[in-house]
């Protein structure tokens, strides 16, 4: 139990774009949703909490605009990098909390993303 | 300020060694405590937690971990190493700040495992 899936693994795209990555609660219902970001040799950065229903809560320094978080139910949020730069290029990693579980502090994570902007 | 400390960046060991993996923490408050494993381009797979109760965790893999306060320590420990346990290994702690519960990582531990 307590599968998070990301989707897609790897993406490559050019300068200028969006890039929509998806993170799924697969047998948990989850009301909220964290977005990590972790460069290479590097620790995970939390970007921003994702709460079901509502606007996602940004780390400092983490531009809203440019990472659009979207939590439309509970167990998809999507994280869109917006006309992505090569300095976007990093490991992405989701994460989610399982409602139901007796101890919710427990974050499960997605298997990671990982975008290289060209 | 609340952080997380992680003093090695590396540590290599020899196949059927001991390992001991520290952290160290800064927080206000009684912390909830994780120790996570992730191999390269992989996502992170949660090894032990502690919430409260004995505070000597058992994980998975045949890793356990110790909570001492006084220190506010959690390190991570494992009596024989194996090849596969290559990896690296971030500490984390659940604290409560700007309003709601938030994961802070250690900067990590990269092991690597001699034959």
Redesign the interface.
């Known amino acids: 139990g307590a599968v998070?899936s990301?989707h897609p693994s790897r993406v490559i795209c050019k300068s200028g774009t969006s890039v929509k990555i998806e993170c799924r609660s697969l047998d948990f219902q989850a009301t909220t949703m964290?977005w990590y970001r972790q460069f290479p040799?590097?620790?995970?950065?939390?970007m921003a909490?994702s709460n079901e229903g509502s606007k996602a809560?940004y780390e400092q320094g983490v531009e809203k605009d440019k990472f659009l978080i979207n939590h439309a139910s509970l167990t998809l949020s999507t994280l869109t990098v917006t006309s992505a730069h090569p300095e976007d290029s990093s490991?992405y990693?989701c994460?989610a909390r399982d409602w139901e579980a007796p101890?919710q502090?427990?974050?499960?994570?997605?298997?990671?993303t990982?975008l290289l902007v060209l | 300020a609340q952080s997380v400390t992680q003093p090695d960046i590396h540590i290599t060991v020899s196949e059927g060694a001991s390992l001991e993996l520290r952290c160290n923490y800064s927080y206000g408050a009684t912390p909830y405590l994780f120790w996570y494993v992730q191999s390269p381009g992989q996502g992170l797979q949660l090894l032990l937690k502690y919430f409260s109760g004995d505070t000597l965790v058992q994980g998975i893999k045949g890793f356990e971990a110790e909570f001492k306060r006084s220190q506010s320590s959690f390190n991570l420990r494992k009596p024989s190493v194996h090849w596969s346990d290559a990896a690296e290994y971030f500490c984390a702690v659940d604290m409560f700040s700007g309003g709601y519960n938030k994961l802070i990582f250690g900067a990590g531990t990269r092991l690597a495992v001699h034959p």
């Open positions: 998070v990301q964290f040799k590097q620790s995970l950065m939390l909490t809560t490991f990693i994460s101890l502090e427990t974050q499960y994570f997605g298997p990671g990982r």
